[in-house]
Structures are given as C-alpha cells and as structure tokens.
C-alpha cells in the first residue's frame, strides 16, 4: 500500500528539526537547525532548491541541489551541486529518490534552459543516480596521503629548495585576503569559484566542519590560502590548498606548505583527496604523497564524481574529463 504522503518544497519556513531527526536515522550524523540554515540558505550563490516527502507532520525524504559558481574556460558560469539525499528506512522502495529528484530539476527548468550538476554520491545512492535518472559517471575520486617520515625522506633529495615563504591564520576577511580573490582567476578548465564572501561561509563560518586557514605569505603580499581539519590525534586533513596563479603552485611553494602543516598540526599523517589536474599530480608524487592502490588498508575509499548535464549553452564535453577539473575537498559539503 502506497503512503500518504504530502509534498513541497523546502523553505525557509519549514520544520528543519525534521531534517536534523532524519540526518541521525540515514546517516548518524548529528547536526542542528543552524547546520541546514547555514547549509540551504546562508549560500552567496543561492538558495537551495529542494523538494520535501512528509508523513504525519514529519519529513520523511527530501532531496536537494544548491547553487555553485564554476569557472568555466575563464568565466564565471552557476551550477548545482546535489546534496543531502535521505530516505527513511520505512519509507524506502517508493519510488521517492526518483521523484523527488525529478521536483528538483523540473523546478530549475522552469527558470533555466539548461543547467549542469555534479554530484558526490553514496554508495546506496550511485545506483539510482546514474541508472533511474541518467546521470553519468566521470571518475572515481581517491585520498592520497603522506607520511611524516616518507616526507622528510623526500625532502632529502637536492631538487628540494628553499622558499621565503611565511605562514598566517585566517580568522577574518580582511582587505588582502578580497583583494586576493578580486586579483586571482583560473587557470584550470573547470573549478569552484571563490569571492571573499563564499571563502568566509564555506570556511570560516562552516557548521559542520571546524576549518583552519592558513594565508601564504610571499614577503607581505599573500600568494596562497591553506583550509584543512584536524579530525584525529593523528592525521590531518588538507582539503584546500590554492595560489594566486599557476606561477606560484610550484613544487617548492606547495613542499614548503605541506612542512609548515607537518610542524604546525604536530600530525604523522596529512591526507587530501587526490588533485585531478595533471600538474598538480605531479607536484603531489614529487613531494610523497601516495595512494592505495587496493581495496583494503588506509585511505581505501573511492568516491564516485558524476554530472547530470541538459544539454544546453555549456561546453558539454569539458564537464566529462578528469583532467578539466580543479576538484579539491573543500567542495564537498
């Protein structure tokens, strides 16, 4: 027997505390109303667009893409990335992943003529994205890691030199860091756009994850931006490593950087998720940085990338190649 079930959309006005219940049920994970607000509704690029299943007053499945801003050859284009996926275990086999996708991008539709989104699935929701709503896989997104010790060992080889390079944490926006990102433009394909307002919600106003910053100081001019987290005793976790222009992400800048991180976290291990474009792997397997090429052991996962592209005025093509992107773990949410 089908439910019944009631159907909208998610507003700023809706029971939030519902989402927060059914966070914990899908995916134990324990987050506030402030973490979804922050989340849906604090974005510079845009409010969510997400559709909402109810049963009795409660939330039983939603699903929801936000705005991004990419940089697309050179320009500044918006997209969606999909996000928070849930069904309650009761309410699961009803079609409800599908549908309430669908709401989703039939509501972008109406405004845009064409529209592209990316997705980070979980393994329970890749099936239903790529084989019940068309999207298409890309590839297959790895950690690479680096030990203290295999680090310092590579550091003994003569191709490592110095750099004047000096290190700050970022607390605030201040003139240098929005003069950093009025002056700074891509030089990849494919990326995640930054101003200093998104930088300030995405980093240093995040509800769920508590971020570092660190400024790159070149002399007093500052030429890069470290984000990572401290999640263990052990480990630390380098989700965002960015420089003013490919000039300044140099082996030795981004060497110099990772040593800064080793002394400042007192960690044995930093981890990220494995650079996509072809220079930056190269730097990374200069430096030590490994990845597990087995399906047990540290640093095992793989997480799927796929895109849902309309067809429209985009070039298409780019969006499908590894290499195009500039993909880092800052854009995971």
């Known amino acids: 027997m089908e439910p019944q079930l009631q159907y909208e959309r998610i507003t700023r006005e809706s029971n939030l505390a519902s989402l927060t219940e059914l966070m914990k049920t899908c995916f134990n994970m324990k987050v506030g109303q402030d973490y979804f607000k922050w989340k849906y509704f604090d974005n510079p690029a845009g409010e969510i667009v997400a559709y909402s299943a109810s049963s009795e007053g409660k939330i039983i499945s939603y699903s929801g893409v936000i705005p991004e801003l990419y940089w697309e050859n050179g320009k500044v284009i918006k997209i969606y990335q999909a996000v928070d996926t849930l069904t309650h275990p009761d309410f699961r086999r009803h079609g409800l992943f599908k549908k309430l996708a669908n709401m989703c991008y039939a509501d972008i539709a109406q405004s845009e003529k064409a529209y592209i989104i990316l997705a980070f699935p979980v393994p329970v929701s890749y099936d239903g994205f790529v084989n019940k709503l068309g999207w298409e896989k890309v590839f297959f997104w790895q950690f690479r890691f680096c030990y203290s010790f295999v680090f310092k060992a590579f550091s003994l080889f003569p191709e490592f030199k110095s750099t004047s390079l000096h290190f700050r944490s970022i607390q605030n926006i201040d003139s240098q860091i929005t003069t950093y990102f009025s002056v700074r433009k891509s030089y990849f394909n494919l990326e995640k756009f ?79 998720w494995s650079p996509t474009s072809n220079f930056q792997k190269r730097i990374f397997n200069r430096i030590g940085f490994l990845q597990n090429p087995f399906n047990k052991g540290p640093f095992k996962e793989k997480m799927p990338f796929i895109v849902l592209n309309s067809n429209g005025n985009s070039e298409t093509s780019l969006w499908k190649d590894e290499s195009n992107y500039n993909f880092q773990g800052i854009i995971l949410d």
Request: proline share 1%; with cysteine; hydrophobic share 45%.
């Open 194 to 272: 930054f101003d200093a307002k998104t930088f300030q919600w995405k980093v240093l106003l995040n509800k769920h994850k508590k971020y570092e910053a660190l400024g790159i100081y070149e002399a007093n001019n500052l030429i890069g931006i470290a984000v990572f987290h401290l999640d263990s005793p052990k480990s630390c976790h380098l989700v965002w490593i960015d420089f003013i222009d490919q000039a300044h992400f140099n082996f030795a800048s981004f060497k110099k950087t990772v040593h800064h991180l080793f002394a400042l976290t007192k960690r044995r291990c930093i981890y990220t």
